[in-house]
């Protein structure tokens, strides 16, 4: 058995994990910042990134709903509920009202954001490993053509600067 062979493994599994945790750690930076900005307002693009998250992966707050009591907007619209963008598509009557909580998502947005993160970035790495399998296999040819090159004469009359073609034909005139 060769000797560290079953390092590979390990060191890519912790090479990922490195990168997911990195992930996950900007991603929470960057969702309470954004959380926090919020008022509420379409022209605002940290409003509008927030509405359209919690719309599209049907989630509420950071880790759930209760999260929006801490936030400036929820403290100054003092109306005890959160953007309608944490409704349930079931909800027709939603009006985001904490008292309603069934009418909320439950799951928080962070953990889903990060979920999707992380597919897409193995979607990235498997892409790049195959490109890097590309780029070996074209290297591999390439040995292979320059070990084919030495032994035949043919390329050895290229590289001399004779001319195979000719030396067959004033060979033929004698």
Same mark, same amino acid.
């Given at each position: 058995?060769?000797?560290?062979?079953?390092?590979?493994?390990?060191?890519?599994?912790?090479?990922?994990?490195?990168?997911?945790?990195?992930?996950?750690?900007?991603?929470?930076?960057?969702?309470?910042?954004?959380?926090?900005?919020?008022?509420?307002?379409?022209?605002?693009?940290?409003?509008?990134?927030?509405?359209?998250?919690?719309?599209?992966?049907?989630?509420?707050?950071?880790?759930?709903?209760?999260?929006?009591?801490?936030?400036?907007?929820?403290?100054?619209?003092?109306?005890?509920?959160?953007?309608?963008? !944490?409704?349930?598509?079931?909800?027709?009557?939603?009006?985001?009202?904490?008292?309603?909580?069934?009418?909320?998502?439950?799951?928080?947005?962070?953990?889903?954001?990060?979920?999707?993160?992380?597919?897409?970035?193995?979607?990235?790495?498997?892409?790049?490993?195959?490109?890097?399998?590309?780029?070996?296999?074209?290297?591999? !040819?390439?040995?292979?053509?320059?070990?084919?090159?030495?032994?035949?004469?043919?390329?050895?009359?290229?590289?001399?600067?004779?001319?195979?073609? !000719?030396?067959?034909?004033?060979?033929?005139?004698?």
């Amino acid at each position: 058995q060769v000797a560290g062979a079953g390092a590979a493994p390990w060191a890519s599994a912790v090479f990922l994990n490195l990168i997911f945790w990195g992930v996950e750690t900007e991603v929470d930076r960057s969702i309470q910042k954004v959380y926090k900005t919020y008022n509420g307002t379409n022209p605002d693009a940290a409003s509008r990134a927030v509405d359209y998250v919690q719309r599209q992966l049907h989630c509420c707050g950071i880790h759930n709903y209760s999260d929006w009591e801490n936030t400036d907007w929820f403290k100054e619209t003092k109306n005890q509920s959160v953007p309608l963008s !944490c409704c349930t598509e079931t909800a027709s009557s939603c009006n985001g009202s904490l008292a309603h909580p069934s009418n909320l998502y439950a799951e928080g947005c962070e953990a889903l954001v990060v979920k999707k993160l992380q597919e897409i970035m193995m979607h990235v790495i498997w892409a790049a490993l195959a490109f890097a399998a590309i780029q070996l296999l074209g290297m591999l !040819c390439a040995c292979i053509v320059l070990c084919r090159r030495s032994r035949d004469p043919a390329y050895e009359l290229l590289i001399t600067g004779g001319t195979y073609a !000719c030396e067959k034909t004033q060979a033929s005139a004698f």
